[in-house]
């Protein structure tokens, strides 16, 4: 681009992954499983001006949530069970109701390895300041873009899925992770 141009880049599932990892809690932590969830259906647009990002924003389908895998647990994850967690997530997360998580950034700021995106969060109808920081990776003719985050869920009005009167739950604190690859000269 040169100095004056404008453009704005689109990017959705296809181009990277939105990945949830979870954790458990409480007593019977031991009998419960790390997830891996990923988000299928997502779409992300870039505002440029000048070389620069200016603003952007996330859009994710909740009920494109799957399951990927679950580590630890008293016996490995199967595909029934699977399907429950699927199951109890988007109950948690209301997604009937509120069907898509946004995240909108207004303020861009360079940094040393990226950019850090300050903007708000929206998730269960709630929204909350939120910053994340992007690294950037030049792969020649494309550009990869990386972030991790944390989520309190319970910032946002949910309520962590819990069983065995809350001896077992889902930890409070989630880690969203996104990786996106996207060509130069689009």
């Known amino acids: 681009m040169s100095n004056d141009e404008s453009a ?3 990017l959705d599932g296809s181009d990277g992954e939105l990945l949830i990892r979870t954790g458990v809690a409480g007593r019977a932590a031991q009998l419960g499983h790390r997830l891996t969830l990923a ?5 992300a647009t870039v ?3 000048t070389d620069e990002p200016v603003s952007t924003e996330l859009s994710v389908d909740v009920d494109s949530l799957q399951v990927v895998r679950g580590e630890g647990g008293f016996t490995p994850l199967s595909g029934p069970e699977k399907m429950l967690v699927r ?6 997360l209301d ?11 207004k303020t861009i700021e360079k940094t040393d390895d990226g950019y850090r995106l300050t903007g ?12 994340v920081d992007v690294l950037t990776d030049e792969l ?3 550009w990869r873009m990386s972030s991790e985050t944390t989520v309190r869920q319970s910032e946002f009005g949910i309520k962590p899925y819990s069983q065995l009167l809350g001896s077992l739950k889902v930890a409070d604190d989630v880690t969203v992770s996104f990786t ?5 000269d689009i």
């Open 39 to 43: 988000m299928r259906r997502w779409r």
């Open 180 to 184: 996106a690859q996207r060509a130069k």
């Open 140 to 142: 020649g003719d494309s």
């Open 95 to 105: 997604a009937r109701r509120f069907p898509r998580i946004t995240f909108a950034a």
């Open 47 to 49: 505002q440029w001006v």
């Open 87 to 92: 199951d109890n997530a988007l109950r948690s």
């Open 8 to 10: 704005t880049w689109s």
């Open 120 to 131: 708000t969060l929206t998730i269960h109808g709630k929204a909350r300041a939120q910053i």
